[in-house]
């Protein structure tokens, strides 16, 4: 018989910066020790580290506390030094730079009390057209992104903070967002075997967690997403690899697994196929349904005691190796902030001869305005942001559009001036940009969209504030950009 409640296998998030009493009390009754936490739950510093200390007094000794701090647009906690986009590590191609970097990652994660970090993300991104991966992943070289993310991993390990590898057994091929619909990649094992495997495979003895991806392989297993299947994490994952650290689905919530299983079904079928926790985002009914399902299927014997006490001790095992304890990082802060602005500066990579126009040249800068957030990256720039990028330039007129997909270049002035397009947007632009014909492009965010543009350009990878200085300072003549796109952006 189990001597745990099933709640301890479930993730569950919460409402707002400050932990509420009807919250607490929810937490305690659940019996609950794992939050994630989210853009909403981020105020303050201080009101974050009155947050974590409420958290820990509640969750226990053996709290797991997670966040997506992965680097570029994915960075919830931005008070802390904000890291590059993985693609901008691997445009600057520096293992040593990219282990830098996850280590003061972890030291500011760390120095609140978060003690898991979802990442860093080992998808390949070898599908330009993915609309969810993009810049998130290191390249589209497996070899490549398995060096550096296991650079970075090392940083963070060593700096006390667990790293949870995402998403297997890959989503860089797809071209649908999990969080909307379910994607399908129609590979053979040995396809997988070659490409989307290979960093899984090549970091799965040192990555203490992985996240599953909701994604089916229908050659794999033809009725289940990779979160739910059987012959993907007991097969693949468990059996064949041996693989014996955490195992964390992505979160039930997203359309892919909830409008086709639902929460119960899904959290006791993840289970089954060989994770050890289920994400169970949402109000605390439908978190609940999520922990009812499990304690009805160990009641039931449909989980066996065995199943949820090895998950269990596996998730005791990471609390134990990274524990949810608050550490000062004053004195390494601003360092760390420096080393940022300079692993940015370092990914800028220009293409097709891109040069800056003289700063008394007569320019036009063509930009989108605000950007919202799609819940999964943070909001884009602002439209003034990229404005400003341009201050020192004595004859800089700017047109502002409300979508720069629906640009027509027809009615962009022949009058002289050197047209400069800033793309502040994630989305590749479509059919409407084949006809432009900018004499710069800059993509401050999804570098793909230089497939879209002909013409010389040049890719930030992101736009933290260290990207946009180091955009500035090579539009101003003070830096080079030397980094190197992934094979076939060009």
């Not at 226990?60 to 802390?80: H, K, N, S, W, Y």
């Not at 007129?397 to 002035?413: E, S």
Request: charged share 20%; hydrophobic share 45%.
């Amino acid at each position: 018989m189990s001597t745990f409640d099933p709640g301890r296998l479930v993730m569950v998030d919460i409402p707002g910066t400050r932990l509420d009493a009807e919250t607490a009390a929810f937490l305690r009754e659940q019996k609950i020790r794992s939050v994630c936490l989210f853009r909403k739950n981020i105020g303050s510093e201080d009101e974050v580290r009155a947050l974590m200390r409420d958290l820990i007094d509640v969750l226990g000794p053996e709290a797991l506390i997670g966040i997506d701090q992965e680097g570029g647009a994915v960075v919830r906690v931005t008070f802390l030094p904000q890291p590059p986009s993985a693609m901008a590590l691997g445009a600057g191609g520096d293992a040593a730079r990219a282990e830098a970097v996850g280590a003061a990652v972890a030291r500011g994660l760390k120095s609140l009390g978060i003690n898991w970090n979802f990442a860093p993300v080992l998808d390949v991104n070898n599908n330009p057209a993915n609309p969810v991966i993009g810049e998130r992943s290191f390249s589209n070289d497996p070899a490549e992104v398995s060096r550096l993310a296991a650079a970075w991993m090392r940083g963070s390990l060593r700096e006390g903070v667990a790293c949870c590898v995402k998403h297997f057994p890959g989503h860089g091929d797809t071209h649908v967002d999990s969080h909307h619909a379910l994607p399908t990649v129609d590979k053979s094992r040995a396809e997988l075997d070659a490409l989307e495997l290979v960093p899984f495979k090549a970091l799965a003895a040192q990555a203490p967690a992985m996240m599953t991806a909701h994604i089916v392989y229908p050659q794999i297993d033809p009725d289940r997403p990779a979160t739910l299947s059987p012959e993907l994490l007991g097969g693949i994952l468990r059996r064949d690899w041996g693989y014996d650290g955490v195992v964390i689905t992505d979160a039930l919530m997203m359309k892919a697994v909830a409008e086709r299983f639902g929460y119960a079904r899904s959290a006791v079928m993840a289970i089954e196929a060989g994770a050890d926790m289920v994400l169970a985002q949402g109000s605390p009914a439908e978190q609940l349904v999520a922990i009812n399902a499990l304690r009805e299927a160990f009641a039931s014997g449909r989980l066996t005691p065995q199943q949820g006490d090895v998950a269990n001790a596996r998730l005791d095992r990471l609390a134990a190796a990274y524990p949810a304890q608050p550490v000062d990082d004053a004195a390494a802060r601003a360092a760390d902030h420096a080393l940022m602005a300079e692993a940015w500066a370092a990914g800028l990579t220009a293409l097709r001869g891109a040069t800056a126009p003289r700063l008394d040249a007569p320019l036009r800068v063509i930009v989108q305005g605000d950007v919202p957030t799609d819940m999964v990256s943070e909001a884009g720039p602002t439209g003034r942001q990229a404005v400003a990028l341009f201050d020192r330039f004595t004859d800089a007129q700017v047109q502002m559009v409300d979508d720069i997909a629906k640009l027509d270049w027809a009615t962009v002035p022949r009058d002289g001036r050197a047209n400069v397009l800033v793309s502040t947007r994630r989305a590749r632009y479509g059919a409407a940009s084949k006809g432009w014909q900018p004499d710069l492009h800059i993509a401050l965010w999804n570098p793909y969209q230089a497939l879209d543009v002909a013409g010389p350009t040049l890719l930030s990878w992101g736009f933290a504030p260290g990207a946009l200085a180091g955009i500035k300072a090579w539009l101003e003549g003070r830096t080079q950009a030397g980094g190197r796109a992934p094979q076939g952006l060009n």
